[in-house]
């Protein structure tokens, strides 16, 4: 319902500010995924740019299809909605894919990162919403619906079986940095090679712009510090509760959970995680959330050529690490 709301209001501009040799600047926004959508590239001719604008907008609505769990009928739903049946369900690539490295995360985080916390998340948004905190019981039959290693996959046949009733997959945590990355490799399809794709705060960059040596990309640490940093060819992403929390009681819960509580983080403010791949950058920075400064130092070597920058609550204090190149 929301996805359908945010596409009736769908901005849709184009706008050539710059002109470099054969190539203008282009920048585009729309509203996908329950968050605004920019898109900013350097294309030939205004009808390639539209063209491109479209293909990459398209491609999100497709990922969207599959995996929102606010319709019924997503693929993921539908999956979910098989759980303890016994069966393998056949799945898109797209879906499988998704599930794969969520799972590989899992793996090499300790289990901070779960897809399968979607009984956890959905009793939190509830939660919220009627800004009733849920009993320990409510929390307890939530959690014993999650755990990665209750859903298998089979690489070979694309299939999935999750081996208990009531599970849901829930993919908010890396599902926009997969949908940023799906699409710049539509505007390379088109022959558009200097792009950033910032998808709600999970970004993707390829190539600088034209006659400069990377993109500047602002980011904050949830208080009053700011770094401008010149990227190109990698990803970014932040996750914060800045917006989305739960107050009770005087005390904020994270939207982000730990699975081994069932409980919205109290320490978190802000984690950036820089990675040469969207998904896994957009999966960092909710797993790093979660695992915290002292954690986060021992798992991100499981991550070759990824920097954190991430702050937390330390008492009234704030504790920050950060290995980003400055
Ligand atoms: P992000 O903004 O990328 O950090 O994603 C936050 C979303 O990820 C939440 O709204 C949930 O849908 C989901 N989520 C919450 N906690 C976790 C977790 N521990 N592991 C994986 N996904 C999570
Ligand atoms: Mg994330």
Do not use: C
């Not at 829930?170 to 910032?198: P, Q």
């Not at 983080?265 to 896994?280: C, E, K, N, Q, Y």
């Amino acid at each position: 319902m929301r996805n359908l709301l945010i596409t009736a209001i769908i901005l849709v501009i184009s706008v050539p500010v710059q002109l470099f040799g054969q190539v203008k600047r282009y920048s585009f926004e729309k509203g996908l995924m329950g968050s605004p959508f920019k898109l900013v590239f350097y294309a030939a001719s205004d009808s390639i740019a539209d063209e491109a604008a479209k293909k990459a907008f398209g491609r999100v609505e497709e990922l969207n299809e599959i995996m929102s769990d606010y319709r019924d009928g997503s693929e993921i739903n539908r999956l979910s909605a098989q759980s303890g049946s016994g069966k393998w369900i056949r799945v898109s690539k797209d879906l499988f894919d998704i599930l794969a490295i969520s799972r590989s995360v899992s793996e090499k985080t300790d289990g901070v990162f779960d897809v399968t916390l979607g009984p956890v998340v959905q009793m939190w948004r509830h939660a919220t919403r009627k800004n009733i905190f849920p009993s320990s019981e409510e929390i307890a039959a939530a959690r014993s619906k999650t755990g990665f290693s209750k859903m298998k996959l089979n690489a070979n046949t694309k299939s999935v079986l999750l081996t208990q009733k009531g599970m849901r997959l829930d993919i908010g945590g890396l599902g926009k940095g997969y949908a940023a990355e799906e699409a710049v490799k539509e505007l390379k399809k088109l022959g558009i090679t200097s792009a950033m794709m910032d998808a709600g705060g999970k970004i993707v960059l390829t190539n600088p712009p034209p006659g400069s040596d990377g993109w500047n990309i602002t980011i904050s640490n949830g208080s009053d510090s700011l770094k401008t940093l010149r990227l190109s060819n990698i990803a970014l992403a932040t996750s914060g509760p800045t917006y989305r929390y739960m107050e009770y009681e005087g005390v904020r819960y994270s939207h982000i959970v730990d699975p081994k509580t069932g409980i919205g983080l109290l320490f978190h403010v802000r984690t950036t995680a820089i990675s040469p791949d969207g998904t896994i950058a957009d999966a960092l920075a909710t797993a790093f959330s979660v695992a915290g400064v002292e954690k986060t130092k021992k798992i991100l070597k499981n991550f070759p050529g990824s920097t954190v920058w991430l702050v937390e609550k330390s008492g009234d204090k704030l504790a920050e690490w950060n290995t980003l190149r400055q």
